[in-house]
């Protein structure tokens, strides 16, 4: 089952100026920050409804760190703004195998690190109607269950 929004993603060319867009816009504040090598991003998680029920989603802006890294490529041709939504799931094991069965290209093999300690996939955008679409277990759900 995938129970909630977890974050939306949106590339951009300069994180900083990007984060202190929405602090003053908005008022959110980064919770979070950290660079992912394999994923090529250095990345700032915002968290709206920062209730500590576990129900909270976050914006995740993402600055490419490397000219070849997915979110480059994408800035390169479309601008900056939403990159993707990522789907919450208890489970993103069982989510990955139940909706490759139903056809969907699955990018992974395996879950990998995602932000925070929690384990990701994607699914291709061209099989979700142009919608790049992650599923990500957070690692508070793994901890609770192993
Ligand atoms: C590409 N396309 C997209 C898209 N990226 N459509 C919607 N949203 C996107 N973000 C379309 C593109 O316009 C092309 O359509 C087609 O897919 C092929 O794209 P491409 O430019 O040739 O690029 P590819 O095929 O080399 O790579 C696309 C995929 C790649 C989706 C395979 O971006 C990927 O592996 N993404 C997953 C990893 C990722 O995005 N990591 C960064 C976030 P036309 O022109 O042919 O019609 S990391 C993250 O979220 C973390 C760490 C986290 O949440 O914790
Ligand atoms: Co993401």
């Not at 919770?31 to 029920?53: K, P, S, Y």
């Not at 939403?82 to 909706?99: K, L, M, R, Y």
């Not at 990998?112 to 759900?141: N, Q, W, Y």
């Amino acid at each position: 089952m995938l129970t909630r929004i977890d974050h939306i993603g949106i590339a951009c060319h300069d994180l900083d100026a990007t984060v202190e867009f929405y602090r003053a816009t908005y008022g959110f504040e980064v919770f979070h920050t950290e660079v992912n090598e394999e994923q090529g991003v250095r990345e700032a998680m915002l968290r709206i409804n920062g209730t500590d029920d576990g129900g909270a989603s976050y914006l995740q802006l993402l600055e490419p760190v490397r000219e070849d890294s997915t979110v480059a490529k994408w800035l390169a041709k479309n601008g900056e703004g939403v990159h993707h939504i990522a789907f919450g799931t208890a489970d993103v094991d069982t989510e990955a195998s139940d909706i490759r069965d139903k056809g969907v290209r699955v990018l992974y093999e395996e879950p990998r690190r995602g932000s925070m300690g929690s384990r990701i996939t994607f699914l291709h955008p061209k099989d979700c109607h142009g919608v790049l679409t992650e599923l990500v277990t957070s690692a508070a759900v793994e901890s609770a269950e192993h």
